[in-house]
């Protein structure tokens, strides 16, 4: 959590009133803290309510149909898992645990959630900032061109290519992508983190790429990359469909202001004039896609990693949801929201850094 | 204040005179022709299917060839006819999914915006709440603990789609809530109800039908995504996500996934060039309000 703070702060040291301002900052900064810490516990509520409310039998679908039958095994399943207890008692208790960050135990692999998630988070990471690196630098960079350019060729041609990548279905494109690549030319490999013959780096961070870099593995390391690459690509192409026509509608709007005239007209370089005056003020709403298109990768993930068999976060949400596993989908719902929160805190720190105007008051 | 509802006022005409210019784009036609084309297939129904889109009736896994143009597949139905079927299921769920949303969030919308306060203060916290989630992980476990079917996965994909809505049409009537003319029949007597019926919902509904229009794309990729995972259709029911799921098992047949898919694609892109194209035709501030609630 203290990541994000150190952030804004070289920002300030320069100027002599750097003392006082950081005490807004760091006010401003419980504040939005509180904010989120209730609104994770809002989240938490939202997926009680909705797992509970519903007619769905969380012990039909973990128990076989011969132990469903079997009343004291029921019985016994549910006081396991604290089933037979009043809703609220249940809600209470799982809160109770959290703050010891103990997040339950999942009903359907029978391991703390913790533990699910520190494997499940990592794959994911891997494809999605893969795929939010990469989305980022083609998206800004096609949609500043389409803006510059506009009404030209490239406008149109670029405006073609990111309306059919917001429209692909990414299940089916992952599908495509796997038969063509995969299958048929044997381009990179298509299931898994690893092949079958490798055995996985050391648990290090999770990353299996870092991992097996920092323990000098550069065969599991190359394999690990060429698994990498066909969901990458597959994340990448939606993101870069939604980056470039913000990016393009962003660098409009500000080619309009007069002082990019002003900046033209007292007779900068073009290239300065788009650098610095014209991308470092379209910065600030790209910035807000950027977050919202991470949440939008976590969203198709959840469809990619299906067919790419990707031991992810999407691949563990999925399963947890159809077995209506009450702690893991609390977990990647907790996790996801907590994300989402920390990403709109830092977006919104960096617009003070990017745009004195909007700075902390 | 005052400028806002002129702004408005602007764009209503705006969106009378120049949908025409809009559809005179390349794309905006090609959107329009394809769009039409599924709403057809959709409509005339049987009338076009070359065989029963859940009749058994040929050899398993044949590849496409002049007898089936898209080939049968694991059970040996023809698949060019379940494609063509999948409209009638894929069009008028994604058309119900975006008018409930329509009406549910621009209702929420309404109250939070022209009432404020504590109503505004609950729905936005709410469409908060909501939109902390990635859109298909909580239609997925909202459809897992309904259990399959394709009324609930609309139902799932309503609890996520409201809320864009909601905040677009709040941030609307915020505009216009305290222009003069509103304030006027507020001061000759009108009660809320009658100023939000005669004042406030005739702004608001144009641009946010046009965000609707925009969203008829999203909200068909997010039900066959559901039905692709196994949480929407059911078989044998001929829906184009669920076909693309099945296909994953019979890898070789390719065209037992790619022609269903290409039928969402097709679909999907022909509504988003229209939107882009009205979008484009109309006044540049209301299109970034409502690109900004495309992205959530």
Partial sequence: ?361 | MTVTAVDSGGLRARFRTRIPRAWRTPLGITGAVVAALWILIAVLGPLLWPHNPLGQDFPRLQAPSGAHWFGTDELGRDVLSRVLAGARVTVPLALLLVGLSVVIGGILGLAAGFFGRWVDETVMRLTDLVMAFPTVILAMVVAASLGASLVNAVLAALVVSWPAYARVTRGLVVGIRGAEYVLADRLLGFSAMRSLRMDIVPMVTGPVLILASLDIGTATLLLSGLSFLGLGAKPPTAEWGSMVGTAIAHFDAWWMGVFPGLAILTLVMAFNFLGDALRDALDPHTAGVLGQAETR
Avoid: C
């Fill in chain 1, 1 to 361: 959590m203290s990541a994000p703070s150190a952030q804004p702060a070289p920002t300030s040291p320069a100027r002599p009133a750097g003392e006082r301002t950081s005490h807004p900052l760091l006010r401003y900064l419980v504040r939005r803290l509180g904010v989120s810490a209730l609104l994770i516990v809002g989240v938490t509520l939202v997926t009680f309510v909705l797992t509970n409310l519903v007619p769905g039998d969380t012990v039909a679908a973990n128990l076989g149909q011969r132990a469903a039958d079997d009343p004291a095994i029921v019985a016994a399943y549910r006081a396991h898992y604290g089933l037979d207890r009043p809703l609220p008692a249940q809600y209470l208790t799982y809160l109770g645990n959290l703050l010891h960050g103990d997040l339950g135990e999942s009903q359907q692999t029978h391991r703390p959630v913790l533990t699910d998630l520190r494997s499940a988070v990592p794959a994911t990471l891997e494809i999605a900032i893969g795929a939010i690196v990469l989305s980022v630098l083609i998206g800004v960079g096609f949609g500043t061109i389409a803006a510059v350019r506009r009404g030209h060729l490239a406008d149109s041609a670029l405006r073609l290519v990111s309306l059919v990548g917001i429209s692909l279905p990414t299940f089916w494109f992952a599908l495509v992508a796997y038969y063509v690549l995969s299958f048929k030319l044997d381009l990179a490999p298509g299931s898994g983190r690893l092949s079958p013959a490798t055995t996985p780096p050391p648990d290090i961070t999770g990353l299996y790429t870092l991992d097996s870099l920092l323990s000098g593995q550069w065969q599991t390391y190359a394999d690990a990359v060429a698994h990498l690459m066909l969901p990458t690509l597959v994340l990448t192409l939606y993101t870069v469909g939604l980056l470039t026509r913000f990016t393009r509608s962003a660098v409009l709007e500000v080619l309009e202001q007069d002082y990019v005239r002003s900046a033209r007209a007292k007779g900068l370089p073009g290239r300065t004039v788009l650098l610095r005056y014209v991308l470092r003020a379209a910065l600030v709403p790209i910035l807000t896609v950027v977050g919202l298109a991470f949440g939008a990768l976590l969203s198709g993930t959840v469809l990619v990693e299906q067919i790419f068999s990707w031991p992810g976060l999407g691949s563990y949400a999925y399963q947890a949801a159809s077995h209506l596993d009450l702690p893991g989908v609390m977990g990647v719902g907790l996790f996801v929201g907590i994300i989402y929160l920390l990403i709109n805190l830092v977006v919104d720190l960096l617009y003070g850094a990017i745009d004195p105007r909007v700075r902390v008051s």
